[in-house]
């Protein structure tokens, strides 16, 4: 099989906030159908940062629409808290790569944050309070009155964040949020993500294709194959919690840590997909 | 631009055009052709007064019931249709069927059915300017975005308010874009529902002066339509400018960068 020997053995608490379990999905096309995730299981405990890398391709995007109720799995089971995810949970709030198209562009800055809250019936009064927090904890207190439109990409993405923020998740689930946004943005964009964890304890997956980030951001790194998807490394990552730009990527735990991932998604890309493909051929061929 | 400049656009071209058409119609003798001032001075004498009441307000009464109705009906059975699949799929063929008719051959159909008053002239209008609106409804239903829609999903914004946040104010650049369309087709059926059986309004005013030769009158009654029909048409920009900003901005930006 394709899954590694090298899964950290965690100490498992109690419930675990986040629980995939034999998560499977098969496109239906036209002409036959097609596995985009084959088998995934892994364990996200109450307060954990883990990215999921895999290579292009490998159905992260799948893998998340599964895990936040938009999209129906073939098998297996999601569960959030214990409880079983059939729609989109309550608790759950999630943070699309593209930031163009999940604002409401008639809408200022502010209206966007507050809009899951009036939905949810929050009083006025406590909905300010929050729409002034996550609006400050993302550096974007003077541009209430903006449009989204208005703002560049990095700001519209800091926008789609504090509406997350506000909603006050469980969990919360960013696919691959920073890929369409320029390389120094990014940068400040990861130290926001890695501050609001901190200060909001909140149970974050971050899906990604950018091996670097995953480090630098996780605190354990999942390591997917490419489609049809299984696990093929749960890696902890044993950085300081303190991380920051400049040192902690010049860490030679953190070159290791990367090489490591990046050994292991070229590891991915080549070796079982040949058998797969063959594999999947002979059954359309029946 | 300047609110000058603006003026000058605006008027520009029409006081061109009087002073040429007051030059080529000077020393002509045509009964059918009157001239830019005797225009002017029967404009003033046939629909200012008693006409303007009996003629011109109801008229206007009825083409704004209609347009109200035809926009109103519009969105919200455009709504219905263009976020329930099988009722789309049911309805599309017939609706197509259905706008295919010139609307004016409902006249004589709806006389019969409602009679001859200001019910059948305003079913009329309906049943011509309901369309634009009602399919474009459905189509920018249908073309909502689907990462906001999964925004919204995810949120748990369902129901009403998902049509109150996201599905109405993402169609409005569909709905007006249809509107604009609605508002000369309710014209038109306006003056037409008044030519067949009526004893006032402006489409039956200007049959009649045509009947009797009353051409300056007649040529009047023409440009008191112009005239309704540019007031739509700056009551619609003013209201689509407060209503689509966001939109226009939007638009701006995306085409700068």
């Known amino acids: ?286 | 631009m300047s609110p000058l400049k603006r003026v000058a656009y605006f008027f520009g071209l029409p006081i061109v055009l009087i002073v040429l058409w007051w030059a080529l119609s000077f020393g002509s003798t045509n009964f059918f052709v009157p001239k830019p001032f005797e225009l002017a001075q029967t404009l003033w004498t046939t629909w200012i007064g008693e006409r303007f009441f009996e003629d011109v307000l109801p008229s206007l009464g009825r083409l704004a019931v209609g347009l109200l109705f035809a926009i109103g009906l519009g969105i919200v059975l455009g709504l219905l249709i263009g976020s329930t699949r099988w009722l789309r799929n049911l309805l599309e063929p017939m609706l197509e069927f259905f706008r295919a008719i010139p609307p004016p051959v409902l006249v004589p159909l709806l006389m019969l059915l409602i009679g001859v008053n200001d019910s059948m002239k305003v079913a009329v209008i309906i049943s011509g300017a309901i369309w634009p609106v009602l399919l474009n409804t459905v189509e920018g239903v249908r073309a909502v975005d689907s990462v906001l829609n999964d925004s919204c999903r995810s949120y748990g914004i369902r129901g009403f308010a998902r049509i109150r946040y996201f599905v109405l104010p993402a169609v409005t650049p569909q709905i007006m874009a249809g509107v604009r369309q609605s508002l000369s087709i309710g014209l038109i059926l306006m003056v037409i529902s008044e030519m067949f059986a009526s004893s006032s309004g402006l489409g039956f005013t200007i049959v009649q002066f045509q009947r009797n030769f009353a051409i300056p009158e007649m040529w009047s009654g023409i440009v008191v339509l112009g005239l309704i029909g540019l007031g739509l048409a700056l009551i619609f920009q003013f209201v689509e400018r407060r209503v689509l900003h966001w939109y226009h901005g939007l638009k701006e930006i995306t085409h700068d960068s």
């Open chain 1, 1 to 286: 099989m394709t899954v590694s020997d090298t899964t950290v053995n965690r100490p498992v608490k109690t419930v675990p906030m986040l629980s995939v379990r034999g998560l499977q999905k098969i496109y239906k096309v036209p002409g036959g159908e097609v596995e985009a995730v084959r088998d995934l299981t892994f364990d996200l405990a109450e307060g954990e940062l883990v990215c999921l890398v895999g290579p292009s391709g490998s159905g992260k995007t799948t893998l998340l629409k599964c895990i936040s109720g938009l999209m129906e799995q073939t098998s297996g089971t999601v569960e959030l808290a214990g409880s079983k995810v059939t729609g989109p949970p309550k608790s759950m709030a999630v943070v699309f790569q593209e930031y163009g198209r999940s604002l409401f562009p008639w809408m200022t800055v502010r209206g966007n944050v507050e809009l899951p809250l009036k939905n949810q019936k929050v009083p006025k009064a406590e909905r300010t309070a929050l729409v002034d927090a996550a609006l400050k904890s993302v550096g974007l207190d003077h541009v209430p009155k903006s449009y989204p439109w208005q703002l560049s990409g990095g700001m519209q993405q800091r926008v789609a964040i504090a509406r997350a923020v506000a909603y006050r998740p469980q969990v919360l689930l960013m696919d691959e949020p920073f890929a369409a946004v320029d390389a120094q943005t990014r940068a400040d964009l990861e130290d926001l993500i890695r501050t609001i964890w901190k200060q909001l304890g909140v149970t974050i997956l971050f899906v990604t294709h950018d091996i670097d980030e995953s480090v630098y951001l996780g605190e354990r790194v999942i390591v997917l194959s490419s489609s049809p998807t299984v696990v093929q490394e749960d890696l902890k990552i044993d950085l300081p919690a303190e991380r920051d730009q400049l040192n902690t990527r010049a860490l030679p735990r953190f070159m290791e840590l990367r090489s490591h991932v990046y050994a292991e998604i070229q590891r991915a890309k080549l070796g079982p997909v040949t058998e797969q493909i063959t594999a999947q051929r002979k059954a359309a061929r029946k």
